[in-house]
């Protein structure tokens, strides 16, 4: 079945660097991945979807790149504010229903003024 | 109302009650999911529905749980005879295509088995 890995759970960084949250699969490469954003108390906000077929895909400050052959997802956030602290998830097709995600656990991401 | 809407938002309960979590998807959404989420731990998928199509039950952690949903909108998760592994926060989500569409989240009910 399908695995999804985020490597960190909490990353640390000084307001103004860019923060890279890494995001692994292990089994058959989806059609797509999506980055959801959750606040403490909240539910999960989309962020980003990125198809199998696209490199990178940019939004403002963010920018979340695709890589099939290493099954990996990178979500950076450029020029980071203490406001940008959050946990961030990654979610990817579940192999079993269509519309169906599965999520990883999280990056929390503190960044620090 | 423009977003998914939950209630209760906190929901304090003594084990072996029964629960009824309830959640409001966005008009004209067909599909619907819930969620656990313990302190700390990521999303646990529970059920989702599609339209009129069988929901996929396969995330139910035991035949306690239950959810239906009516009229292809409002739906209520059941949880019976309730036990302390059970308190999380129940998040409910809805979107509006298959594969490849977001999913919008409720801010999700807080259980809590004493």
């Known amino acids: 079945s399908q695995k999804i890995e985020q490597n960190s759970e909490a990353l640390n960084i000084q307001e103004g660097k860019t923060a890279t949250l890494t995001c692994n699969y292990t089994n058959y490469s989806p059609a797509y991945l999506q980055w959801y954003r959750q606040d403490p108390g909240r539910g999960p906000v989309f962020l980003l979807l990125i198809r199998e077929n696209e490199k990178e895909k940019r939004k403002e400050r963010l920018k979340v790149t695709f890589d099939t052959t290493l099954k990996q997802s990178l979500f950076h956030i450029t020029a980071s504010q203490p406001a940008d602290s959050a946990t961030y998830l990654c979610a990817l097709e579940y192999g079993g229903s269509q519309g169906n995600l599965i999520f990883g656990k999280g990056t929390k991401l503190s960044v620090k003024p | 109302g423009a977003g998914v809407s939950q209630s209760p938002s906190n929901k304090v309960t003594e084990k072996g009650k029964d629960v009824e979590l309830r959640c409001d998807p966005i008009?004209?959404?067909?599909?619907l999911y819930w969620y656990r989420q313990s302190l700390g731990q990521g999303l646990e998928f529970l059920i989702y529905?599609?339209?009129?199509?069988?929901?996929?039950k396969s995330g139910l952690p035991s035949d306690r749980f239950s959810a239906e949903r009516t009229g292809g909108s409002v739906s209520t998760l059941t949880i019976q005879r309730t036990q302390q592994e059970d308190s999380a926060v129940y998040l409910c989500a809805s979107s509006t295509r298959l594969a490849g569409d977001t999913q919008y989240f409720g801010p999700g009910t807080r259980l809590t088995v004493l």
């Open positions: 008009s004209g959404h067909t599909a």
């Open positions: 529905f599609q339209g009129n199509s069988a929901p996929d």
